[in-house]
């Protein structure tokens, strides 16, 4: 709770992925990837209820384990793969009311912490926005992506009068690291969408920012806490 607000951390996370079979349960350097985001939540001083929202019976078993709700199912129909990944939260919502803010919390960013959780939340709240997302520093510079037609030729995503050679030359742009996003429960559920102009941002280091993907993103993972428990 903050500011005498009541806040829901949902996490989805369903059982069918194409890239990584059975992503959310693959283990992590020894526990499920899921287990790594339901710990983050637990650590955070500021959630009031964490659920998991799954249609698979093992996902729910598990994340009970590791100390998450799972008070009810997600339908089939809001597990497939062309679901909008706003359903989910907006079905979370309807099964559990009364919230004041909702928190997502995917699990395919296992090395976001508390602390990432609790600030997106403040400087919501703090500043009174209707919603708050979790972005990194871009690597590469929008000044140096192309189209390319049917002939192969280049087109600039952002035309430019000069080219810029050096990465210190370009602005410095943000990414969605889809590690925790915010908003007021009722602006939510009327946009149906965290992203709006409205929206501000919340900055995480690269290290922290890791969206697993594919079968590489699982090694990435694995060697970076490696490292960061050596």
Not at 53 to 64: Q, Y
Not at 115 to 124: F, G, L, N
Request: aromatic share 6%.
């Amino acid at each position: 709770m903050i500011q005498g607000k009541s806040v829901l951390a949902v996490i989805p996370a369903r059982g069918g992925s194409k890239g990584v079979p059975r992503k959310n349960i693959k283990p992590l350097s020894g526990k499920p990837l899921l287990a790594w985001t339901i710990e983050a939540a637990k650590q955070s001083s500021l959630l009031d209820r964490i659920v998991v929202s799954t249609e698979d019976e093992e996902i729910a078993k598990m994340a009970r384990e590791f100390g998450a709700e799972v008070p009810f199912m997600r339908p089939q129909e809001l597990a497939q793969d062309d679901t909008p990944g706003i359903d989910p939260v907006l079905h979370a919502l309807e099964q559990l009311p009364s919230f004041d803010y909702v928190v997502v919390l995917q699990p395919t960013s296992p090395l976001r912490e508390a602390v990432d959780i609790d600030s997106c939340i403040r400087m919501c709240v703090e500043r009174n926005k209707p919603a708050c997302v979790s972005v990194t520093l871009a690597d590469k510079p929008p000044h140096w992506m192309y189209q390319l037609d049917e002939q192969s030729h280049l087109h600039p995503i952002v035309p430019q009068e000069r080219a810029i050679a050096r990465r210190q030359e370009a602005p410095p742009v943000f990414l969605l690291n889809g590690a925790v996003y915010v908003a007021q429960t009722e602006w939510v559920q009327n946009s149906r969408t965290f992203l709006t102009n409205e929206t501000v941002a919340y900055a995480m280091p690269k290290e922290r920012s890791l969206d697993i993907d594919t079968d590489i993103d699982f090694v990435i993972a694995e060697e970076w806490l490696k490292k960061v428990w050596r």
